[in-house]
Structures are given as C-alpha cells and as structure tokens.
T-cell receptor, first 111, second 116 residues
Framework: RKEVEQDPGPFNVPEGATVAFNCTYS??????FFWYRQDCRKEPKLLMS?????NEDGRFTAQLNRASQYISLLIRDSKLSDSATYLC????????????WGAGTKLIIKP | GAVVSQHPSWVICKSGTSVKIECRSL??????MFWYRQFPKQSLMLMAT?????????EQGVEKDKFLINHASLTLSTLTVTSAHPEDSSFYIC????????????FGPGTRLTVT
C-alpha cells in the first residue's frame, strides 16, 4: 500500500462546477497535511495546509478525517485557471522535515 | 515571504560533463533543503535531504558520488550532477524548509537538465 494515495484522474469538470478530491494516508502518526498544486512543467506551489478542524481559503476547503485517515479538497465555482495537478502531501513521521508526496490528481476545467 | 530561487532554470550539456545547480532561500534561513527529481508525467521523487553544515542524507537508490550536495550556508544549497548522462535528463527541483515554519516546503522554480 502506498503511503499517500490519490486518484490520478483526470477529472474533467465544467467551469463553475464544484469538484472534490480525496487522498488517503497510511501512517496514523502523521501530523501535518498539505495540498499543493503543480502546473505543467512548473514547480509545486503550496495551496493550503490542512488543519484538524478543517479550513477554508476562498473557493477552496480542506478537511481532515483522522479516524479514516483521509484528506479532502473541495473547489467551488471552478475556474479555468484551476486546471492543474493537485498533490496531497503528508509529513514523514520521525524524519528531518521530509514530506511524502501523493502522485497527484489531474484536474481539467472545461469552458 | 518564503521565496526560493534556483539557477539555472535550464541547461543543456554534453554527456560526461558536470552541472551545478544552485538553490537559494531569499527571505528566510533554510535549515533544511531538499532536492527532488521529476521525470515527465511522473511524481516528485526525493533525492536527498541536506542540512546546513552537515552531510546530505540520500534516498535509497540515489548515488551520492554522482549527485554531490553542498549546503554551506543557511541560504544556499548546491547540487552537482557529475559525469552527466542522457538518463540524468530530468526536472530538478529544490525546496526549503525554515524549521520554525513547520513542515511546509517552498520550492524553487526548478532546473530542466538535458544531457545530449
């Protein structure tokens, strides 16, 4: 089982729709969770951290379910510019600040 | 805040030559920096973790004598690809962690290496 698993997609979604991704992680001792976005041929950029109580940043909402060991990202009112690969990231326990990266979910927003 | 630069952004070199890539944290001190490699349509692969003033820790399967990492200051880490071969052609990305900022990593723009 992979340490961080994501549906690779692609998710083809019409502009304006709401889309949600899930990600599961294997180590229950993980403490830090993030969503990054990566555009084609670019570096990953931090989208948002994921907090235990859930958090929202504009059109983006992240949730953490520790009992089931999954993280979710919800995008509302999707824009063409949201097209990217979304990477689920979890800290590597007992490591030197290392992160474990999901393979990413590709999102394509269609006009 | 948390800006990371990386140079060069792209490089083409001949097989057998060495290439040095620099990674700098511009507005914070990075106690730990990371070097990743990404092949087309594949996920990020961590190559090594480097701490200022100490030897880098390499991931399994990454040759430390081929990928030399130096982290001489809190704002600069370098990766040297020695005796590069066409199979080393890839997208090399560095990231930095500021320690006090938690586990978040901030990435440089990457270096696209092509070995001919």
């Amino acid at each position: 089982r992979k340490e961080v698993e994501q549906d690779p997609g692609p998710f083809n979604v019409p502009e304006g729709a709401t889309v949600a991704f899930n990600c599961t992680y294997s180590n229950s001792a993980s403490q830090s969770f993030f969503w990054y976005r990566q555009d084609c041929r670019k570096e990953p950029k931090l989208l948002m951290s994921v907090y235990s109580s859930g958090n929202e940043d504009g059109r983006f909402t992240a949730q953490l379910n520790r009992a089931s060991q999954y993280i979710s990202l919800l995008i509302r009112d999707s824009k063409l510019s949201d097209s990217a690969t979304y990477l689920c990231v979890v800290n590597r326990v007992d490591s030197n600040y290392q992160l474990i990266w999901g393979a990413g979910t590709k999102l394509i927003i269609k006009p | 805040g948390a800006v990371v630069s990386q140079h060069p952004s792209w490089v083409i070199c001949k097989s057998g030559t060495s290439v040095k890539i620099e990674c700098r944290s511009l507005d914070f001190q990075a106690t730990t920096m990371f070097w990743y490699r990404q092949f087309p349509k594949q996920s990020l692969m961590l190559m090594a973790t480097s701490n200022e003033g100490s030897k880098a820790t390499y991931e399994q399967g990454v040759e430390k004598d081929k990928f030399l990492i130096n982290h001489a200051s809190l704002t600069l880490s370098t990766l040297t690809v020695t005796s590069a071969h066409p199979e080393d052609s890839s997208f090399y990305i560095c990231s930095a962690n500021g320690g006090g900022l938690g586990y978040e990593q901030y990435f440089g723009p990457g270096t696209r290496l092509t070995v001919t």
